[in-house]
């Protein structure tokens, strides 16, 4: 018996501090916000965060399944349903930050002059110039589907020149940039990827490119193995000054990326 | 071109340097492969040796499928390991999803069919020359398998690489079943695959290189212990 636990016990991670399991965008994550972010957690809650770096689709699944904590994703529609279906306790806004259409320098289809962001995705789909979309029911493609939406489009009907790639924010950039496409990325995104090639940021700054970050816990009362208390206590310090000033103060290329905009 | 040159200074640069994060995902990496290595091995040699020597109804149907499950889609297995572990699945009690458990899981059932139709292949042609001795000498089946074990050896370490040789380039699946978390189930391909989907495709290489580097070190520790390609012996 004793032999069976010391065995055991060669698999069990040590259990320095609290763990929790928190399901985070690829965009979240590619902005390097995390890198800041889990440091200075840690360092004031002693809390453990491991992040799962998935699409906002499957980390709504992992959340159902309870096989997560909690949450942090950014697709208002989907995370209102989680909450009524009571997948999670509810839903609390941090920050935002916002989507920026990018596309080969050469711009061939003239979106640098576009008024709006429906103008700009009209003018594409007239020129039928390559776009790159995501295709993986993450918050970035639903927002692009919804932006389609807008203009007047279905994003179906389109013919070749409409690539789904059915991958993450920074390999369908990679994608987009073998094929001098337009894609629309996270601001957060664009900035931090390394492999920009010939392409270029087209146009910004459209309030319906806004990008709401939003905390959802996922049910205890579903779940009881879920770290309530963890979950918890990471909203308290999201929500707190120190994670204000430390979300506000994030840059790349002295841009600032996210906006804190969590009520107290 | 130039992206190649630069991937391979990168990994020397990872590699001298001793990077404290390179080292942890390099040893996981070895942890998660050379467990699964183990595991697989110790179902898959008896298993592929027992049914070389025995004669049963279904064996050709066996043997058939053992064959085809060598080509199991990573990615399938993946997402099937991670179903039954997830805490809404059969096995969700547990508490494994993302835990390197998990990935050795995952690894077990893609590299065991691999080393028990190779070691098939192998034990087949030795039983036919053992079979009248072993026979004759009048042994038991457990007898029979672990001679032909002990005297293959050769010929299973070979199955044996090759499994390993799998288990640690592969990412389909332990991706799904490890979630390629920081400081918990991060390994060398998962870091891979982050770095490519990141554009740094410098340090995507010379983590590439540094597998690499990593097969060929376990392949040569091994035939350098097993003392094998000496003179005299083979």
């Keep these: ?264 | 071109m130039n992206e190649i040159w630069a991937g391979i200074l990168s990994a020397f640069r990872l590699i001298f340097a001793l990077d404290a994060d390179l080292v942890e995902i390099t040893l996981r990496s070895l942890q998660v492969s050379l467990t699964a290595l183990i595991i697989a091995s110790l179902i898959a040699l008896p298993f592929g040796t027992w049914i070389a020597i025995r004669r049963f109804r279904y064996r050709r149907a066996t043997i058939a499928t053992l064959n085809a499950l060598m080509g199991l889609p990573p990615v399938v297995v993946g997402l099937i390991v991670y179903l039954l572990l997830s805490r809404s699945g059969p096995f969700g009690v547990l508490g494994l999803l993302f835990t390197p458990t998990a990935m050795i899981i995952a690894q077990v059932i893609i590299i065991t069919p691999l080393i028990a139709s190779i070691t098939h292949q192998a034990m087949r042609d030795l039983w036919a020359e053992y079979h009248d001795l072993l026979i004759s000498l009048n042994t038991t089946n457990r007898q029979r398998i672990i001679t032909l074990i002990w005297d293959g050896r050769r010929a299973l370490l070979t199955a044996a690489l090759a499994g390993f040789g799998r288990a640690i380039g592969e990412v389909g699946a332990i991706m799904i079943v490890g979630g390629n978390i920081d400081h918990a189930t991060r390994v060398l391909t998962t870091a891979i695959a982050l770095e490519t989907g990141k554009g740094d495709f410098e340090l995507a290489l010379g983590l590439g290189f540094v597998l690499i580097a990593l097969a060929l070190a376990v392949n040569f520790a091994i035939h350098a212990l097993t003392k094998t390609e000496r003179e005299g012996r083979w």
């Design chain 1, 1 to 264: 018996m004793i032999r069976l636990l010391a065995f055991l016990g060669l698999f069990a991670t040590p259990l320095a501090a609290e763990q929790m399991k928190l399901a985070v965008t690829t965009s979240f994550h590619n902005s390097g916000l995390s890198e800041v972010l889990l440091p200075a957690i840690k360092e004031d809650t002693g809390l453990d965060v491991q992040l799962l770096v998935v699409g906002t689709g499957q980390a709504l699944r992992l959340g159902e399944a309870g096989d997560v904590d909690a949450i942090l994703v950014h697709s208002k529609a989907a995370e209102e349903a989680f909450v009524a279906d009571g997948f999670g306790t509810h839903r609390r806004e941090i920050m935002y930050n916002d989507f920026v259409l990018i596309g080969p320098e050469a711009d061939a289809a003239g979106i640098q002059t576009a008024e709006t962001a429906a103008q700009a995705l009209t003018q594409i789909a007239e020129a039928e110039a390559s776009f790159v979309s995501r295709g993986d029911d993450s918050g970035t493609h639903k927002k692009e589907i919804a932006l389609w939406v807008d203009a007047g489009f279905d994003a179906e009907s389109f013919g070749g020149w409409y690539k789904q790639v059915g991958a993450g924010m920074g390999a369908s950039l990679n994608t987009a940039s073998g094929l001098s496409a337009y894609i629309l990325s996270d601001r957060a995104s664009w900035l931090n990827f390394g492999n920009k090639g010939d392409l270029a940021l087209l146009f910004s700054g459209d309030a319906v490119l806004f990008n709401q970050y939003a905390y959802l816990p996922v049910n205890f009362r579903r779940h009881d193995h879920v770290n309530a208390k963890a979950a918890e206590a990471l909203e308290n310090w999201l929500t707190s000054d120190k994670a204000e000033t430390l979300i506000n103060a994030y840059t790349i290329d002295g841009q600032g990326l996210f906006v804190f905009n969590a009520t107290p």
